[in-house]
């Protein structure tokens, strides 16, 4: 159920809210219970309204109207708290989760669930109050009616016990149907994420943006406009089901119930009084359920998004930096490692990386080469530390890496990917840091005609790809860590700025001591480097070093 769900979900957050929330709706349906005995004596004795039943109706009117007040301002800033909790905690465990980990959930998927997830479960939350008031009011009522007449009260009792039961029926194929709806809106997101990345794409080709539209959007708009439909289907006719209920109800008790005389004209008036009177929260429930189903899906894919990518190491480490003793030694190396994209131990990988064994020390400028597919870009993510190897040794001077420090092997790596995401602002850095070097970095890059950089933002991330390029380039310089990777990054560089990359950018990292790994195609600059190493299809079939200029083989 809903109730529950939530419920339990309030435990985890706060007991102390939770207990409110229970105190306060059994005090609302208390007074509620206490407004209907009132009105239904004074319907009855019209001549006795003296000034103690006025204030005693004031008075039950006033506490349940504060209460409800009160509960509503804070349970709706519980929410709020809660869903930015929720929101962060999220975002968090995306950013520490392992990559792998995180591509095999799929951007779509963690997409949905960062914002129509979290967003039903907001509204489900806030939604949640009036429910527990609605809730608390006909267990008021229902105090009211045992009190009017026991008898009645079990004959209603058992009328609703089979209302509820045609409800239930109804009712059990809602949530699959909801789930159905959220895959496809995933599915439909999808498309939309298609359409915004391939735009140009799109547009130069006629019979592909038909195609794209008319069969791809409009299939996934059509499943999720079916599943919605259905959804809808469903709960209207719940909705209607509840209105037969109580109007069935309210005619046993005007027509069957005075005729073999197991009610009163009095109790009679008390209850068609507290039947019209339930009929407000009963339709709010109504309003409500289908929203908190909805929002109970929406928890637990949150809930398994979560689980699926806790990761369990803390971001703090306890080393900061290489110790400068161990400078001369090899600053990375690799003993037989391997990595393969397979998910479980008896699953047959279609692609596997090594094993590969080799060091890298400081000043030295090797180069990665292979055609497409042979395992460059994997290498990258396992050198870097974002995909953890399935067998093999890796020591950063020295220290074997586990996961328990892979965090701080990471943060001595600045790398800039093939498919790199360049953000606005230069985030992770000093204000005085960047005042004071991002003007000399610019003006190296050929940029500062171009793009400056105010509060740590660029004023502009309007260019070439080649130039947006050397502004990540710009956010690794002022990361000054001891191992540069560069996936790919002159491809898209015009010569002039290339031949600066390879003769004057690189040789200066070398001299300040890093590591520089490049992954190229540019042969003709394997001569500036100290090892060329060779891929195909995830093997390293060629490992060379340079001596002097002079390429030989090695090993």
Known sequence: MPLGRFFRFVVQRSSAMAWFMLCIGVLSGLLSAGVLALINYLLHHPSDHSLLFVLAFIGLVAGKILANLGSHILLVRFSQDTIL????????????????????????????????????????????????????????????????????????????????????????????????SREARAELFQRFRALTDGLKELLMHRARRQEFVEGEVRGAAELYRKTNLEATRIQAL????????????????????????????????GYIVAMIYMMGPISEIISIVPTLERGQVALENI????????????????????DPELAITPIVQWTDVMFSYKEDKGEESLFALGPISLEL?????????????????????????????????????????????????????????????????LLGHSDSQVDRLAPKYLRLLHLDQKVTVRDRIFSTL??????????????????????????????????????????????????????????????????????????????????????????????
Not at 257 to 265: A, R
Not at 375 to 381: A, D, F, N, Q
Request: proline share 3%; glycine share 8%; with cysteine.
């Open 85 to 180: 909790d929720l929101s962060l905690s999220l975002c968090a465990k995306i950013v520490r989760a392992p990559l792998l980990r995180s591509e095999r959930r799929g951007t779509t998927h963690i997409l949905v669930t960062l914002t129509d997830d979290v967003s039903w479960v907001t509204w489900a939350i806030q939604c949640f109050p009036q429910f527990l008031m609605s809730a608390a009011l006909l267990f008021g009522c229902g105090v009211f009616l045992a009190w009017l007449s026991w008898s009645v009260f079990l004959g209603v009792l058992g009328i609703t016990v089979v209302s509820v039961l045609g409800h239930q029926w109804l009712h059990s194929n809602v949530r699959s149907i909801i789930a159905a």
């Open 361 to 425: 020390c400081p000043g030295e400028l090797v180069f990665v080469i292979g055609g497409n597919g042979s395992g460059k870009s994997t290498l990258v993510k396992v050198l870097s530390g974002l995909y953890e190897p399935l067998r093999g040794d890796v020591r950063l001077a020295g220290t074997m890496i586990t996961n328990e420090n892979r965090e701080w092997y990471r943060e001595h790596f600045s790398v800039i990917f093939s498919d790199f995401y360049l953000f606005k602002k």
């Open 303 to 322: 809930e398994r998004l979560g689980v699926s990518l806790d990761s369990g190491p803390d971001d703090g480490q306890t080393k900061d930096s290489v």
């Open 462 to 555: 309007d260019l070439s790809q080649g130039q947006r390029k050397r502004l990540a380039l710009l956010t690794a310089y002022l990361e000054d860590r001891s191992i540069y990777v560069f996936d790919e990054w002159a491809a898209d560089q015009d010569p002039q700025y290339k031949e600066i990359f390879y003769k004057t950018l690189l040789p200066d990292l070398r001299l300040r001591g890093k590591t520089v790994i490049v992954i190229t195609h540019d042969d003709r600059y394997f001569h500036l480097g100290n090892q060329v190493i060779k891929l195909e299809d995830g093997k390293v079939v060629e490992h060379m070093r340079t001596d002097g200029g002079k390429i030989r083989s090695h090993g």
């Open 238 to 269: 719940l909705g209607a089901w509840n209105q037969v209920s109580l109007y069935s109800l309210i005619g046993f008790l005007i027509f069957l119930f005075p005729s073999v005389g197991l009610i009163s004209s009095e109790a009679l008036t």
